[in-house]
């Protein structure tokens, strides 16, 4: 089992920018990939962006060249830099990654963006 704790989210106005950061409870070395899931008020969960063990990264097409994930793997972190946020990014953030078969959720953080 593993265990994911995010960090990072608050409250923004438009335009601006924050860093998230998933830490997992056990070395992500070995794990195939990691991702974001946000979500919105009224909205179901997306796929923001995940990263494989390889660093091959995919974005959903909204966050497309204002977010970048990047992964640490001595510190068994995961990051959500993001950049030109809009109010439209306004969503819980979880963290996400399946290990030995079996999804793993953080407990999610929230971003706010609002003027």
């Known amino acids: 089992q593993v265990q994911l704790v995010e960090f990072g989210g608050g409250s923004v106005q438009p335009g601006g920018s924050l860093r998230l950061s998933c830490t997992a409870s056990?070395?992500?070395?070995?794990?195939?990939?990691m991702g974001w899931y946000r979500q919105g008020p009224d909205k179901q969960r997306e796929l923001v962006a995940d990263?494989?063990?390889?660093?091959?990264?995919n974005y959903a097409d909204s966050v497309k060249g204002r977010f970048t994930i990047s992964r640490d793997n001595a510190k068994n972190t995961i990051y959500l830099q993001m950049n030109s946020l809009k109010p439209e990014d306004t969503a819980v953030y979880y963290c996400?990654?399946?290990?030995?078969?079996?999804?793993?959720w953080g407990k999610g953080t929230l971003v706010t963006v609002s003027s």
């Open positions: 996400n990654t399946v290990w030995l078969g079996v999804p793993a």
């Open positions: 056990r070395s992500i070395f070995s794990i195939r990939a």
């Open positions: 990263i494989t063990s390889g660093g091959s990264t």
